[in-house]
């Protein structure tokens, strides 16, 4: 049977981990993607480069960029879509999820 928990990865986001990734000069690079208890809101995510791939782990590809999840964390962002924005503030990775009922200001820690 397939699993269908999925996240997707925004084209702006492929293109801004293919620059990072490239700038690493290292292949064999994931991008890991993990959820972790705290923040002001209760959760909070990262986001890290990794050279393996955990037994727990669901694998994502897109544009080049291979992501990985654990199960744990999947659960919670299944769904989600990982995008790239820059505006006049700055520039950011951000956690599209309709799913988060509360987020923090520093847009790093959420609840659900």
Not at 6 to 30: F, G, H, N, P
Not at 41 to 69: C, M, P, R
Request: aromatic share 8%; hydrophobic share 40%.
């Amino acid at each position: 049977m397939s699993d269908t928990r999925t996240i997707d990865l925004s084209d702006s986001a492929v293109k801004r981990l293919s620059e990072m990734m490239a700038a690493e000069q290292d292949d064999s690079l994931k991008l890991r993607i993990a959820v972790h208890g705290g923040g002001c809101s209760g959760f909070q995510y990262g986001f890290s480069f990794d050279d393996s791939i955990n037994e727990d782990d669901l694998v994502f590809e897109k544009g080049g960029i291979t992501a990985v999840i654990d199960e744990a964390s999947l659960d919670i962002l299944s769904g989600s879509t990982i995008d790239f924005v820059e505006d006049l503030i700055g520039s950011a990775f951000q956690i599209k999820n309709s799913a988060f009922t509360a987020s923090c200001g520093c847009g790093s820690s959420f609840s659900i």
